[in-house]
């Protein structure tokens, strides 16, 4: 079959792609991609936000492809504009048979089929995707035959939804080909808005501890499953040979799990020569002077460390698992090593108060990351805290675009959407505009690039304060 994969168009300007300047390779997409094409099917990705599509472009695209199936991955932000592709799509093409997947359509799968989604395939979908691929080759769109694929929903003949049993979890990840990035545009990905030669590399899947607002323990499953070191290593080689890659970024949430992983990729590395500067994200009580050793002496250049509250209460609240001892001893430690670090810290958890978030900027600027990401709390659908919201009537906005962590949808019980925003900008003048800040990134030459992580809005506050000394001192 001919398939095209693609992103939603039009939401090259939505702030999830805005705000960081950044691009990055759906590397879902990819890994579905590959899966079809070692069946033999053949496959197209259509990279939407990072080709900066119109409708009209995407849809002259899918026209001149003429493809038997089209597959949309939505993040929830994305979700109203793959709706509206799907709309001009059905209207122009209405034979082709529309799948969605992806965090939104996955757990929001009834409104996805509102939306004139044809199938929905819920979670992992690589081995899904490419059963419902085989039997639609072959059977067409029989719902009878349907039913007998795990992990989809879709409508049957009398517009009942259909959800088939749960597909188990893909054990043996090195079963999978590599994502299929020969079919993106591998030129265009970018970071700050500067063509970064970067790789994105998975090396697990799942997550054990189920954090309230984190939707990868349920779209991934509980249950924390690694590649081979030798397999990812054999990945990394192929980028740096292939596309001559300078860093390598592992999306995983929480890399450090799984230790032996970790020791037995870097010896792979040394093995192949390799020497590849990284960053990965970790749990603080995953963090010991011996692991922060073992990546200080093999090119770690970033640890993304998830500390979120200041308050012992709320991080029992949230599932996180982790104690305010265990954050300032990972912080600490991390200084004796002079590992870069980002600190990430969600403000407007529903119980909080003003002076609670006030407390959290005070610990971020205690702790002293060299960088600190404030995010509001977001109820994504799929959460425990999404269902939580609902039920206490907080959420106030149900745009989906808005769902960014940028922009708060939800009111506290204590605060308002309004107040929250306000504390965010904030949190970042607080963090960003300390004297001692803004003299360690001026030696660096990093600071134009932090204003951009920062924000807009924020930076439209803070400029006469930050960006002008700067160019004042520059023509000095």
Not at 233 to 244: F, I, P, T
Not at 330 to 341: H, N, Y
Request: net charge positive; glycine share 6%.
């Amino acid at each position: 079959m001919r398939i095209l994969l693609t992103l939603p168009p039009e939401v090259h300007n939505l702030e999830i792609y805005k705000i960081l300047g950044m691009k990055a390779p759906p590397l879902g997409l990819a890994s579905i991609a590959a899966a079809l094409e070692h069946a033999g099917h053949k496959v197209r990705i259509i990279d939407s936000p990072t080709l900066e599509l119109g409708m009209k472009e995407w849809l002259s695209i899918v026209r001149s492809e003429k493809p038997d199936l089209v597959g949309i991955s939505v993040l929830t932000p994305l979700a109203p504009k793959a709706y509206e592709a799907v709309k001009v799509l059905k209207a122009e093409l209405p034979d082709i048979p529309v799948v969605m997947g992806g965090p939104h359509p996955t757990f929001m799968f009834n409104e996805a089929l509102d939306n004139g989604a044809d199938i929905i395939v819920l979670g992992e979908g690589e081995l899904t995707t490419l059963e419902l691929v085989e039997t639609l080759e072959r059977e067409g769109f029989n719902t009878s035959k349907l039913k007998d694929i795990p992990g989809i929903a879709f409508r049957d003949d009398q517009g009942r939804t259909v959800v088939t049993k749960p597909r188990k979890p893909i054990m043996d990840l090195d079963s999978l080909p590599w994502p299929a990035r020969h079919l993106l545009p591998m030129e265009k990905y970018t970071l700050f808005g500067k063509p970064i030669r970067v790789a994105h590399v998975m090396a697990s899947r799942g997550c054990p501890y189920g954090c309230i607002y984190c939707t990868t323990s349920y779209f991934w499953g509980r249950r924390v499953r690694f590649r081979s070191a030798s397999n990812v290593a054999s990945e990394v080689e192929h980028l740096v040979e292939k596309y001559n890659v300078k860093y390598l970024v592992f999306s995983d949430d929480e890399l450090l799990i799984n230790r032996r992983f970790v020791r037995e990729f870097i010896k792979e590395m040394k093995d192949r020569g390799i020497d590849l500067p990284f960053a990965c994200g970790a749990r603080v009580d995953h963090v010991d002077r011996k692991i922060l050793k073992l990546l200080s002496e093999n090119n770690c250049v970033t640890l993304y460390l998830g500390v979120e509250s200041a308050s012992q209460e709320t991080l029992n609240r949230i599932g996180k698992r982790i104690t305010i001892e265990q954050v300032e001893r990972a912080f600490q430690l991390r200084k004796e090593f002079g590992i870069p670090v980002v600190g990430s810290f969600i403000l407007g958890f529903p119980w909080e108060t003003i002076d609670d978030m006030k407390r959290t900027v005070d610990f971020a600027i205690k702790l002293d990351p060299d960088y600190a990401q404030f995010t509001a709390l977001t109820p994504y659908p799929g959460t425990p805290l999404y269902e939580y919201a609902k039920k206490h009537k907080l959420i106030e906005d149900w745009n989906w675009e808005h769902y960014t962590t940028i922009r708060p949808v939800m009111r506290g019980f204590n605060f308002t959407r309004e107040e929250l925003a306000r504390m965010i900008k904030y949190a970042y003048r607080r963090f960003y505009l300390r004297f001692s800040f803004i003299k360690r990134e001026i030696a660096k030459g990093r600071i134009v690039d932090i204003i951009r992580v920062i924000g807009r809005e924020v930076v439209r506050s803070v400029k006469d304060v930050v960006v002008q000394p700067i160019q004042w001192m520059t023509r000095k």
